[in-house]
């Protein structure tokens, strides 16, 4: 009974070099958001996916920033030529669909994985 | 646009009982929820409110009152390991049936002996 995987735990990356986040959800739940949390800071949605599908992309930042979920393997959030800004928690969450007639578990929680903490030389 | 505010810190002794208070400014509301966090870790599910009135769950209570956009977390018989963040988030019901949460900035709760 796997909860919500997200790898690297940590990663370290220059200014100007990629970042790849990876989160594979729990079994059962369709959806996935991501999540940014600075110090000190609430978390902020970023984008929400279902299987192959962007559905809400408007907490993303416009440039640099894509996020994908396709129809095998985990969804990935990709960070192009990271600043030190871009240094923070990221936390993935996956939740069942609220209008799916037998969600798994109930529609309004959102299950969060570790985190992976971005820090940027 | 969305905001939440709730108190930075508070800290209460061990055994007591101690209220989170969170009051939101929000379109499209469909309810509260309750998050814990420890030490920068995964946020954790604690109670929700789609409706006015109290939910329990445990030592945990959470309580909405959607005409005053005004909601609380009620922690009793407090324990060392209850030392957290907390965050009430406002979940908003999105295309394709998803759930948008909008975190407020968190309040530390310190337990001491």
């Known amino acids: 009974n796997a909860g919500v995987m997200q790898n690297p735990r940590h990663l370290v990356r220059r200014r100007g070099q990629e970042a790849r986040l990876r989160c594979s959800p729990m079994?059962?739940?369709?959806?996935v958001y991501w999540y940014r949390q600075l110090p000190e800071e609430g978390l902020k949605f970023m984008v929400y996916?279902?299987?192959?599908?962007?559905?809400?992309e408007s907490g993303m930042p416009k440039e640099r920033f894509s996020a994908e979920f396709p129809k095998e393997g985990p969804s990935i959030l990709r960070i192009q030529q990271v600043v030190r800004g871009d240094s923070a928690a990221y936390f993935c969450?996956?939740?069942?669909?609220?209008?799916?007639?037998?969600?798994?578990?109930?529609?309004?929680?959102?299950?969060f994985g570790p985190g992976t903490r971005l820090t940027v030389t | 646009g969305q905001s939440l505010e709730q108190p930075s810190e508070v800290t209460a002794v061990e055994g007591a009982i101690v209220q989170i208070n969170c009051t939101y400014q929000?379109?499209?509301?469909?309810?509260l929820s309750w998050y814990q966090q420890h030490d920068g870790g995964a946020p954790t599910f604690l109670s929700y409110?789609?409706?006015?009135g109290l939910e329990e769950t445990g030592r945990f209570s959470s309580f909405l009152s959607r005409s005053d956009s005004y909601g609380y977390l009620l922690l009793q018989e407090l324990q060392m390991k209850d030392s957290a963040s907390y965050f009430c988030a406002v979940r908003c019901i999105l295309t394709g049936g998803g759930n948008k949460l909008t975190f407020g900035t968190g309040t530390q709760l310190k337990v001491e002996l």
């Open positions: 079994k059962g739940h369709s959806h």
């Open positions: 409110n789609g409706l006015d």
């Open positions: 929000t379109s499209g509301f469909y309810g």
């Open positions: 969450a996956s939740g069942p669909s609220s209008l799916a007639p037998t969600p798994s578990g109930k529609s309004y929680e959102q299950y």
């Open positions: 996916l279902q299987k192959e599908n962007i559905i809400d």
